[in-house]
């Protein structure tokens, strides 16, 4: 049974930094990358990586420079540093994973999914 777990959420003053992580366990997909989700906002796509292709990265507009995205192999866990956090970042945040999604920052092709971890950043 597919299971990811995150773990690092927290909350920050406006400025500062957290670092997310996410367990694969035993399962190894081509494809992770972190979602979030604000109240009352639909889920939207952050960043992903790759294992195939050379290990291709995307990133979202809104938090390209100030996020990174990593993935350790042999752990087989996902990192999201995140810095100069906003307000605008608080969300619950989502590991995700797939072979191969369509389009990476896609909610919609992902099929699994972590339980989420709180990131709420204070003005």
């Known amino acids: 049974q597919v299971q990811l777990v995150e773990s690092g959420g927290g909350s920050v003053q406006a400025g500062g930094s957290l670092r997310v992580s996410c367990t694969a366990g035993?399962?190894?997909?081509?494809?992770m990358g972190w979602f979030r989700q604000a109240p009352g906002k639909e889920r939207e796509g952050v960043a992903a990586?790759?294992?195939?292709?050379?290990?291709?990265?995307y990133y979202a507009d809104s938090v390209k420079g100030r996020f990174t995205i990593s993935r350790d192999n042999a752990k087989n866990t996902l990192y999201l540093q995140m810095n100069s956090l906003k307000y605008e970042d608080t969300a619950m945040y989502y590991c995700?994973?797939?072979?191969?999604?369509?389009?990476?920052?896609?909610?919609?092709?992902?099929?699994?999914w972590g339980q989420g971890t709180q990131v709420t950043v204070s003005s």
């Open positions: 995700a994973a797939d072979w191969r999604p369509l389009s990476p920052l896609t909610y919609r092709d992902y099929h699994y």
């Open positions: 990586i790759t294992t195939d292709g050379g290990g291709r990265i």
């Open positions: 035993r399962f190894i997909f081509s494809t």
